[in-house]
């Protein structure tokens, strides 16, 4: 039985939503949280989540547990 993988392009589609949604959410721009967990965001994702003109996290997400 194979193990069934998404597209590299569906992943990115779905990164590309999931960053500006989760940014909003969060009040905070979480690029650098993406880019720490390697998660790849296309340029369009990066862009759609800088324009929302959020700070950078005041707590650095990746310390957050619960």
Do not use: C, I, K, N
């Not at 905070?28 to 324009?51: E, H, I, K, S, W």
């Not at 650095?60 to 547990?65: A, C, M, V």
Request: charged share 15%.
């Amino acid at each position: 039985m194979s193990s069934f993988q998404f597209a590299p392009d569906l992943t990115a589609v779905r990164f590309g939503f999931l960053a500006p949604y989760t940014s909003r959410v969060d009040g905070a721009d979480l690029t650098a949280f993406y880019d720490q967990g390697g998660v790849p965001l296309t340029g369009d994702a990066r862009a759609a989540v800088a324009a929302l003109g959020l700070p950078a996290p005041t707590v650095d997400p990746s310390t957050l547990h619960e």
